[in-house]
């Protein structure tokens, strides 16, 4: 792995755009919720095609892990899910797919139709220190503002904007919580375009090195840290990296230069166009709805909830970090995370020992399962 410190972080000359970026990614959850044209929903045709695919796959016992897209044909949906990579890709940078019928499926076969749209759009990456490729987000009694090192998902708390570590995130919704836990999205060249017409010295501190803490979940040979540009302008396009939290927490190694006024001032800028705009829009999941968002170009956060007290009705959702064999040009800045910035091949965690699985039951995702 690159590790990029020292003279590389503070010489750092950024690429910038010459002004505000237009384009489909350049929109406004005000101007999203005027239409539904970002909602896919599933016809009878496609289901059937979802369900004898996932059947097929139940029925051989395969593991997941050995099941791409030769192995889950969908004659016509699949070209479908193609046209979404490409918007995702190039477009609006998300889509939400409605309608896939959870409760008739049952849950395990319900992730293996979600593995299996997912297996259309790349190749699934591992989304913590234990190795899922299919990641559970649930609440087990995690507090992340306690612990730097529990990962938030893993709690009921509120979820700040953010990116994961991958090209493309996916959420299934299995079940919904009890009240709260909607999600919102937000388009970071809308951000960027927003924070540039208020402050253009403070949007330009984003384009320089912040320390990111990488919360226990450290790749061989590097420390436990990393730094990079939240704003990156490369081949014309602006891919973005932020997760404010863990920027904080970073300030508890010793040896991280300590945030200076002008770049708090920067990510106060920054929350402020977030949080008090009209540029996000929320989503509040259905059981069968399948979010599919493109980290370079999209945050996403979750409000808090209350959740329900009986385990099988606890807020569920299924995840997926994809890396789709077309996907753009990233800056070397993103190796200190993603631990390749080759198309194709990057995205995810890698830690000493690290087994990879795709654990379909909640039980068997469980830390020590």
């Not at 989503?283 to 979010?291: A, L, V």
């Not at 956060?301 to 569920?316: A, M, N």
């Not at 690290?354 to 379909?360: D, S």
């Amino acid at each position: 792995m690159n590790e990029i410190r020292g003279t590389d972080v503070m010489d750092w000359t950024p690429d910038m755009p010459p002004g505000p970026i237009e384009g489909p990614d350049a929109w406004s959850g005000a101007e999203m919720a005027k239409n539904d044209d970002w909602i896919h929903h599933l016809t009878d045709d496609e289901i059937a095609e979802l369900e004898a695919a996932s059947r097929a796959v139940m029925d051989s016992g395969a593991d997941l892990l050995d099941i791409g897209r030769d192995e889950f044909p969908l004659p016509t949906f699949g070209a479908t899910v193609l046209e979404m990579r490409n918007e995702l890709l190039r477009g609006r940078g998300f889509v939400l797919i409605r309608g896939l019928p959870v409760e008739h499926l049952g849950r395990e076969m319900a992730g293996i139709a979600y593995w299996g749209i997912g297996a259309h759009l790349g190749h699934a990456r591992p989304q913590n220190a234990h190795g899922h490729l299919l990641g559970h987000v649930r609440d087990i009694g995690y507090d992340s503002l306690k612990n730097p090192e529990h990962r938030i998902y893993q709690t009921t708390q509120r979820q700040y904007y953010h990116t994961d570590t991958a090209d493309i995130v996916g959420l299934l919704c299995l079940q919904q919580a009890k009240s709260g836990g909607a999600s919102s999205i937000i388009s970071s060249v809308s951000i960027y375009n927003e924070m540039l017409r208020a402050d253009p010295d403070l949007t330009a501190v984003m384009f320089h090195p912040f320390y990111i803490d990488h919360r226990g979940e450290v790749p061989p040979d590097s420390p436990p840290y990393y730094p990079v540009p939240t704003f990156n302008y490369v081949d014309g396009r602006l891919s973005s990296l932020y997760v404010r939290q863990y920027i904080e927490s970073a300030q508890r190694f010793p040896d991280v230069p300590r945030l200076s006024d002008k770049q708090i001032a920067a990510l106060d800028l920054m929350d402020a166009v977030m949080y008090d705009g009209d540029l996000a829009l929320e989503m509040h999941f259905r059981p069968g709805d399948i979010q599919i968002l493109h980290n370079p170009q999209i945050f996403h956060g979750r409000l808090p909830f209350e959740d329900w007290p009986e385990p099988e009705r606890k807020r569920h959702l299924l995840r997926l970090w994809l890396c789709p064999p077309d996907g753009r040009t990233l800056p070397h800045w993103y190796a200190g995370r993603w631990d390749s910035i080759e198309i194709g091949d990057r995205g995810g965690l890698s830690v000493d020992g690290m087994v990879r699985k795709a654990p379909l039951r909640f039980e068997d995702a469980l830390p020590g399962a």
